[in-house]
């Protein structure tokens, strides 16, 4: 099975990259359980070997198919696509220009649209075909000076449901994970890593996951779900 990752090749997706290696598990040819196998990224150098790095503007529609297109065209096909790419945004809804919510939608969410488009062709030929979004714990919990980022992957949830809605005829899995904070009032314990998160994307991505399709997997550390007392003497 053949996997790519489109976005970062630091922090939450070379951890992701590494353990779809480790595990073997499929994430973008034929040939097997071989774990992902390409990254597309605007600064793809920094790819850890031996995926291949394609470059690719998320902004610009042609550069994002040429780039599939590439990644489909080394690997034998196209199984499993990753949407990692994201823009960070802070700020209350007074606080960025037009400009900038431009720049950080037309990444976050157009970027997502764009990949998954140029996707679609070569999934419909795959007999495991699905997609995995990285959404976040902000698409669905108000946070303080967030306005932005929120909006971005608000609509990302919102379409990773509208597109499995599409799909699931067609046999194409569409799922999304929704990390949290590394900060949770109600223990460490309860902390999300980045490998946590990461191996939840191999989780929807895997053959385990074969009946699982417009889900948002919360990696939270109960964030969003949970409102614990606080601990007796605290």
């Known amino acids: 099975m053949t996997a790519d990752e489109v976005g970062s090749v630091d922090g939450l997706g070379s951890r992701r990259q590494t353990l779809a290696r480790v595990k073997g598990t499929p994430l973008s040819s034929t040939s097997g359980l071989s774990g992902l196998k390409a990254v597309i990224d605007l600064d793809p150098p920094g790819a850890p070997e031996p995926l291949i790095a394609i470059r690719a503007d998320l902004t610009d529609d042609t550069s994002v198919r040429t780039a599939v297109d590439a990644t489909a065209g080394q690997l034998g096909g196209l199984d499993i696509p990753v949407n ?107 902390l999300d890593t980045a490998d946590e998160v990461a191996a939840a994307v191999v989780h929807l991505a895997s053959p385990a996951a074969a009946s699982v399709t417009g889900i948002a997997l919360a990696v939270d550390g109960a964030m969003r779900g949970l409102r614990p007392r606080p601990a007796v003497g605290a």
């Open 84 to 190: 990692n790419a994201g823009i960070g945004a802070g700020g209350t809804v007074e606080d960025n220009p037009d400009a900038e919510w431009h720049r950080v939608l037309d990444v976050n969410v157009l970027g997502t649209v764009r990949t998954t488009r140029a996707a679609l062709p070569y999934l419909r030929r795959s007999s495991h075909a699905a997609i995995v979004n990285t959404c976040s714990i902000a698409s669905a919990a108000g946070l303080p000076r967030r306005a932005l980022y929120p909006v971005g992957k608000g609509a990302v949830l919102s379409l990773t449901l509208a597109t499995a809605a599409d799909r699931v005829r067609e046999g194409i899995r569409v799922d999304c994970v929704n990390p949290g904070t590394a900060d949770t009032p109600w223990g460490t314990w309860l």
